[in-house]
């Protein structure tokens, strides 16, 4: 059965640093897609950055970069220089490739506050 | 540039009550799943239609039914509502979905938060 892990509840960073949310995860197929998703106060789902198990490199999109480690089975998200904007719950998910289609299994999320 | 519009955004039903939850993407998404987000978890997969004409089970199915009316829209319908369905809602599309298309991501609508008294 695939899983999400994320171990971190909550996280606190201060303003302009860089933080970590840790996300590992259990899956028996060699094909899949790893996802990170913001949820800010306000409730909607935004969508911040992919990871495919066959990319060579790590993903990155603007501040946000994923540590892949495909061996650990994990994909932590980095956000560098932190902004009172990134406060909010994020999830990491993953999608099968084999026998999960529609399937995305998220994890139960890190709620992170940038102190000012 | 609406993306994925979800009607209503807050609801309050008693028990035994019917509902139906509206949900339409204006981005010619093939693929849109029903999620349910209960607190302190992620969200759970109650249905999803992988394209136009099909829908499938995901893995909180009971208590719901759901109709592709066309490519654009995908509806929720709580025929008996139970307080144990008192969730927030989220409609989501994507490009299209298989076994050999899963690096899609999903896009989100802004959610609909449920109370079944």
């Known amino acids: 059965a695939q899983k999400i892990t994320q171990t971190q509840p909550g996280m606190f960073v201060q303003e302009k640093e860089a933080v970590t949310l840790d996300c590992t995860y259990d899956?028996?197929?060699?094909?899949?897609?790893l996802f990170w998703y913001k949820q800010p106060s306000s409730g909607e789902m935004i969508f911040l950055i992919y990871?495919?198990?066959?990319?060579?490199q790590n993903a990155t999109e603007g501040r946000y970069s994923l540590n892949f480690q495909k061996a650990r089975k994990s994909a932590n998200l980095v956000i560098s220089a932190s902004q009172l904007g990134d406060s909010a719950m994020y999830f990491c998910?993953?999608?099968?490739?084999?026998?999960?289609?529609?399937?995305?299994?998220f994890g139960q999320g890190t709620t992170l506050q940038v102190k000012p | 540039n609406a993306g994925v519009t979800q009607t209503p955004k807050f609801q309050v039903l008693k028990t035994g009550q019917s509902m139906t939850l509206q949900c339409a993407q204006d981005m010619n998404h093939n693929s849109m799943y029903w999620y349910r987000q209960d607190p302190g978890m992620g969200l759970r997969l109650i249905y999803y239609s992988a394209s136009e004409g099909t829908t499938d089970k995901g893995e909180v199915p009971n208590g719901y039914n759901v109709s592709r009316l066309n490519k654009r829209e995908f509806s929720l319908r709580l025929e008996s509502a139970a307080p144990s369905q008192t969730s927030v809602y989220f409609c989501?599309?994507?490009?299209?979905?298989?076994?050999?298309?899963?690096?899609?991501?999903?896009?989100f609508g802004d959610g609909t938060r449920l109370s079944i008294l």
């Open positions: 899956t028996s197929d060699p094909s899949y897609g």
């Open positions: 998910a993953m999608r099968g490739g084999s026998s999960n289609t529609g399937k995305l299994i």
């Open positions: 989501a599309s994507s490009e299209r979905d298989s076994a050999t298309a899963f690096n899609q991501p999903q896009h």
């Open positions: 990871q495919g198990s066959y990319d060579q």
